[in-house]
């Protein structure tokens, strides 16, 4: 292995070891469904909203795996070799993208939802998260423009490359751990607000 390949293989693990990142926002998922299945699940959308996190929870752990083997393969000559296992991350990861725009958007009608003056939101941490993925979202997309055909370039390239990878990979991991926690703080409010006549009463 020639030294360039070293420096490259090195850097590369950085960016996939960045998925460790994603095991609290899999861990956080799971304790979500643990504490919706205390809801009376009297009706389809409370079953439904209880394993839907489950789902995530599970979900989350197979993109943390697809991404990995994605980026393990991605210098190498095995990936041309087993393309189908190499692609894997490119339909979790943008499936699991949109899953947390979804998220984004019922959290924002939560927040915006006039219901009892009592209730607790934390809309300064949900901006937050917005930004964070709204940032990591626009580097992701600036890379793929302008950094196409990354391979067949030159040391700096590569490093510049997997550099705008990694930088995409904490500020995103970090806003979907945020987004996350606001539904773990007020999940059984956020269910009564959207999914009941709550607000009615």
Same mark, same amino acid.
């Given at each position: 292995?020639?030294q360039t390949s070293k420096i490259i ?17 899999? $861990? ?68 699991? #993208? ?32 917005? $930004?964070f993925m709204v940032i990591g979202t626009?580097?992701? $997309? ?11 370039? #030159? ?34 409010? $956020? ?11």
């Open positions: 292995m020639t293989k090195y850097l590369n693990r950085n960016v996939y070891l960045t998925n460790i990142l994603l095991l609290p926002s899999a $861990i956080t998922s799971f304790a979500i469904y643990e504490d919706s299945k205390k809801l009376s699940h009297n009706t389809i959308e409370e079953t439904l909203y209880t394993y839907f996190w489950l789902f995530l929870s599970l979900y989350t752990i197979l993109v943390i795996g697809a991404s990995n083997i994605h980026h393990m393969l991605m210098f190498s000559e095995r990936r041309l070799v087993l393309p189908r296992t190499y692609r894997v991350d490119t339909i979790t990861a943008p499936i699991f #993208g949109l899953i947390m725009a979804g998220l984004s958007l019922l959290y924002g009608k939560f927040l915006y939802t006039k219901c009892h003056e009592s209730d607790n939101k934390y809309p300064l941490m949900y901006f937050s998260a917005m $930004i626009i580097v992701f $997309i600036l890379k793929r423009i302008f950094m196409k055909g990354f391979r067949e370039k #030159g040391l700096l390239y590569k490093i510049k490359y997997l550099e705008s990878h990694t930088f995409f990979h904490y500020i995103s991991y970090t806003g979907v751990m945020m987004m996350l926690y606001l539904f773990l703080f007020e999940n059984k409010l $956020i269910f009564k607000t959207l999914f009941t006549d709550y607000c009615k009463k």
